[in-house]
């Protein structure tokens, strides 16, 4: 299997710009995540989603963030308007439909992001 | 609050000493406790996943271990390519998927 594809790798905007991050889960996986990295926060969950349907998005910090999932296969995370705080990392991840207590999560390579 | 610490922040080790690494937690009860290495540029790698004191998991040079309120990586005579971030990770009772994440302990191995 590929694993969890994101793309873009890395993304350099400017403040105010729209933002889209995008997710491949690994096939049959039941579960996607995305997550946001920063030295600060370390890793903080933002939404997930179970079968295609958002759960929780309280992680989510403003309405700036918004996330979709139209199909099995493919997620955004969108980010509009911009700003420099929300510079980071950003992970998705999938996990099986046993859920993580049988089971791990795994991770895309993330997609690095600065907003200057 | 549930809460999970690291420690150390970071550590240096010359190849071949071995050591430990802590992950302390303070939730309302455990459904699991996972180990993640990270390397620079790259997402979490699962590594092990305890769910019970006194278990213990072990994989090549690497031993974890949990009691009821921390869990311990054990490195035993490591090599430069273990050098990574290793991230704990803690599930509780009150959540679903919310895993709560350590800061980190970023381990360099010296050859």
């Known amino acids: 299997d590929a694993g969890v594809i994101q793309s873009p790798r890395h993304e350099v905007t400017e403040m105010g710009q729209e933002v889209t991050l995008r997710c491949k889960p690994i096939?049959?996986?039941?579960?996607l995540f995305w997550y946001r990295q920063t030295m600060m926060r370390g890793l903080e969950l933002l939404i997930y989603?179970?079968?295609?349907?958002?759960?929780?998005d309280s992680g989510m910090p403003e309405d700036r963030f918004s996330a979709k999932m139209p199909n099995a296969s493919f997620s955004t995370l969108k980010i509009q308007p911009s700003e420099p705080r929300d510079s980071a990392v950003y992970f998705c991840?999938?996990?099986?439909?046993?859920?993580?207590?049988?089971?791990?999560?795994?991770f895309g390579e993330g997609s690095w992001l600065t907003v200057v | 609050e549930d809460q999970v610490t690291q420690s150390p922040e970071a550590l240096r080790l010359q190849e071949g000493e071995s050591s430990s690494l802590n992950c302390s937690y303070t939730?309302?009860?455990?459904?699991?406790l996972f180990w993640y290495r990270q390397d620079p540029g790259k997402g979490p790698e699962f590594l092990f996943t305890?769910?019970?004191?006194?278990e213990e998991k072990e994989k090549e040079r690497l031993k974890a271990t949990l009691t009821k309120k921390e869990s311990f990586l054990h490195i035993t005579a490591p090599k430069p390519e273990d050098s990574a971030t290793y991230l704990c990770?803690?599930?509780?009772?009150?959540?679903?998927?919310?895993?709560?994440w350590g800061a980190g302990t970023k381990l360099i191995i010296k050859p």
């Open positions: 991840a999938s996990s099986p439909p046993e859920g993580i207590s049988g089971n791990t999560i795994y």
């Open positions: 096939s049959g996986h039941d579960y």
């Open positions: 989603f179970n079968n295609n349907v958002p759960i929780d």
């Open positions: 939730v309302s009860g455990l459904r699991g």
């Open positions: 305890l769910y019970s004191a006194g």
């Open positions: 990770a803690v599930h509780s009772m009150d959540s679903n998927y919310q895993l709560i």
